[in-house]
Every structure is written in C-alpha cells, then in structure tokens.
C-alpha cells in the first residue's frame, strides 16, 4: 500500500470503527496528501478541466490549474468561465451552460 492509502487508512478508516478513538492527532498524515499523485504518469486520457475564474475558499480554482499542468495527457483543455464561482457550476443554469457549451463538444469528440 502507497503511504498516502497508509495515511488515509490510519487516519480515517481504522478511527471510525470506533469513535471513541478518533484522535485529530491522527489527521497530520493526511496534511500532506496529493490527490494528484502521479497525474504527471497515469493520467493520460483526454482531460477538459471546468473551473470559474473567481477563487473560493478552499482552493478548487487553484486545483484546477495544478491538475492541468500535471496531467499526463497531451490532448486537454482548461475552461475558465468568467464571473463564476465554484460553487456557481454546480446548479446555476448560466454557469452550467457555459460549461456544457465546452464539455458536450469535447465529449464528441473523445468518447
């Protein structure tokens, strides 16, 4: 098992068997985890990443930038729609629009 899984597992999984045991101090594994971890290597499908030009809290604009220079593949492309938000694609019909009006094409094209 990769250390990430063995962090994840030791922090998350193994604790809530039993929730008197759930320690935050068991979390410090889990600071330092890479959802992309070797995106640079295995992600080599075709990629359209959607996100909104507007930073939110937490940091999905920034991801979405990250995953993009990552990724393996050399066939992708990043969406960037002006004046949204993260949470803006999730049930805003402009946003949502906007975002079709790219993928739908996409999709066409590689699936």
Do not use: N
């Not at 593949?73 to 938000?85: F, Y």
């Amino acid at each position: 098992m990769e250390a990430a899984q063995q962090a994840f597992v030791a922090a998350v999984v193994l604790p809530a068997r039993d929730a008197t045991s759930f320690l935050f101090s068991r979390q410090a594994r889990l600071v330092g985890w890479d959802a992309y971890t070797r995106a640079e290597i295995l992600l080599t499908q075709p990629l359209c990443i959607v996100v909104g030009d507007k930073p939110g809290a937490f940091g999905a604009y920034r991801d979405g930038f990250e995953l993009y220079q990552r990724a393996a593949s050399t066939d992708k492309g990043l969406v960037v729609l002006e004046g949204m938000t993260h949470y803006d694609l999730y049930d805003k019909p402009e946003a949502v629009s906007q975002a079709l009006d790219r993928l739908v094409p996409f999709f066409k094209d590689h699936l």
